[in-house]
């Protein structure tokens, strides 16, 4: 049951809007730690057969336990669906002209109008 409001409620709201991040190794290392966190404090302790005592889950066994797909391949095919749409959009959005060319032109001068 925690698993699936993992997967419906949390992840879904850290991964708003992901398809337009720039990934660098820092943030993809605070996501894996955020996702085994997460895991961690769902599945809670487990108690060691040879000492007796509570102990945490090893990355492995989080894993295991929930075979969770990576939040980092998660995103690259949010991606993914995210090209494939802006592809089939018209020539003249901004999202495509971005995507295919260099969008020329000079910024106007001054402060920004208000809109």
Do not use: Q
């Not at 599945?43 to 990576?70: A, F, M, P, Q």
């Amino acid at each position: 049951m925690k698993i699936k409001i993992y997967r419906t409620v949390i992840l879904p709201d850290v991964l708003y809007r992901c398809e337009t991040w720039l990934l660098t190794m820092s943030e993809k290392h605070r996501l894996r730690v955020f996702e085994k966190t997460v895991l961690r404090k769902i599945s809670g302790s487990k108690k060691d057969k040879v000492t007796g005592e509570w102990r945490r889950l090893y990355n492995k066994e989080i894993y295991t336990l929930y075979s969770s797909l990576n939040n980092i391949w998660v995103i690259k095919s949010i991606r993914m669906r995210w090209v494939g749409l802006v592809t089939c959009m018209e020539g003249r959005s901004g999202a495509y002209m971005v995507l295919v060319e260099r969008p020329g032109g000079k910024r106007p001068l001054g402060r920004p109008r208000h809109r």
